[in-house]
């Protein structure tokens, strides 16, 4: 059974600490691994990995894939009050499906 | 530009009574869509998806049903709810299936089931 599994579950910080959030995944014809970011409502979309070794940066932001090893790491660093979300990591798979299969997520609190 | 439309955005229903929740996605053609159900404190459970009209897989037997009555319309539908169907439901969109494209979700309808 195709599995998704995020790690912590949740994370308390204060502003200007670097964190890690974990995904690692077990599933059948893996193409592309994603990273969402979920305040209140709607997640929204921060990475997509789909080679290994290749880290993806945005601001305070990055991410890197290992397909070896089948899991992802998302590194924020400087946090800030703002970053506080639920991070949510998905693995996208076409074994005769066209679907993303989602970790239960990483709560994370920033503290001022 | 792409959007998305989901409602209502919040919804109180007594166990036993039909639901039905619509999804609409504008400023694209042929889109992948999707429902997924989240728990509190939980990560996002695929319900169904669809790559075309009329086309529906299901991920999880359940009382819920869905329909795509047109390109850019998803609709969830229950007879009869349970208890168990309360929960915070997203509907999103993809375009490609190759790699896989980043998902753009609705923002969700929040279900109580009394």
């Known amino acids: 059974e195709d599995k998704v599994v995020q790690s912590p579950l949740s994370l308390v910080v204060h502003e200007g600490d670097t964190v890690t959030l974990n995904c690692s995944y077990e599933?059948?014809?893996?193409?592309?691994l994603l990273w969402y970011k979920q305040e209140k409502k709607a997640p929204t979309f921060l990475f997509m990995l789909?080679?290994?070794?290749i880290e993806k940066k945005s601001g305070r932001l990055s991410s890197i894939l290992d397909k070896k090893e089948l899991f992802s790491i998302l590194n924020i660093t400087a946090t800030q009050t703002g970053d506080s979300a639920v991070y949510l990591c998905?693995?996208?798979?076409?074994?005769?499906?066209?679907?993303?299969?989602f970790g239960t997520g990483t709560r994370l609190k920033v503290l001022a | 530009s792409q959007t998305i439309h989901q409602w209502p955005a919040t919804l109180v229903q007594p166990v036993g009574s039909p639901l039905s929740l619509e999804c609409t996605v504008e400023?694209?053609?042929?889109?992948?869509l999707y429902w997924y159900r989240q728990a509190a404190g939980r990560g996002l459970q695929l319900l169904f998806y669809?790559?075309?009209?009329?086309?529906i897989s299901s991920e999880v037997p359940q009382n819920l049903s869905a329909s795509r009555p047109q390109d850019r319309q998803f609709i969830l539908s229950s007879k009869k709810l349970l208890l168990s169907d309360s929960g915070f439901y997203l509907c999103a969109w993809s375009v490609g299936v190759s790699l896989g494209r980043p998902q753009h979700f609705g923002d969700g309808t929040r279900l109580s089931i009394l």
């Open positions: 599933v059948t014809n893996f193409r592309s």
């Open positions: 669809s790559v075309g009209i009329g086309q």
């Open positions: 400023g694209t053609s042929n889109p992948n």
């Open positions: 998905a693995a996208y798979v076409t074994s005769g499906t066209y679907k993303y299969i």
């Open positions: 789909t080679s290994s070794g």
